[in-house]
């Protein structure tokens, strides 16, 4: 997790130009490029394989945590994406109310999200 946290540190000093939190626009943005990003990271660290673009979410992280050169199982990809659903969906667990409670009192949302993946 604390490579995770330094990760997505990194993107933040990149992207430093869309940090008003109080645009909706650049929450928005912030909110794409951290749900587009976070896969890619997590399977980088894994496995070191590239994501491919013809590939929808699910499948593309699978392949991409697998390192599977055929295709991807489409059963195995149902329940990715079920899993990915029903697991932000299920509850409000510390990691998310951490990120939801300094949110709140205006913080860059870079800094709440890596403040949620230290929670973990």
Known sequence: MFIMAAVVSA???????????TNPHHREIIA??????????????????NS???LDYA???LHMMLANPCETNPVLTKVMDKIFILHPDHEQNDPTSTVRFNGSTGA?????????????
Do not use: E, Q, W
Request: proline share 2%; with cysteine; glycine share 4%.
């Open 32 to 49: 794409y490029r951290l749900t587009s990003k976070m896969p890619i990271l997590a399977a980088m660290y894994y496995t070191f394989t």
């Open 108 to 120: 860059n949302s870079f800094a709440c999200i890596i403040i949620g993946i230290a929670a973990f």
């Open 59 to 61: 499948s593309n992280f």
């Open 11 to 21: 993107i933040a000093v990149f992207y430093h130009g869309s940090v008003d939190i």
């Open 52 to 54: 491919r673009n013809d």
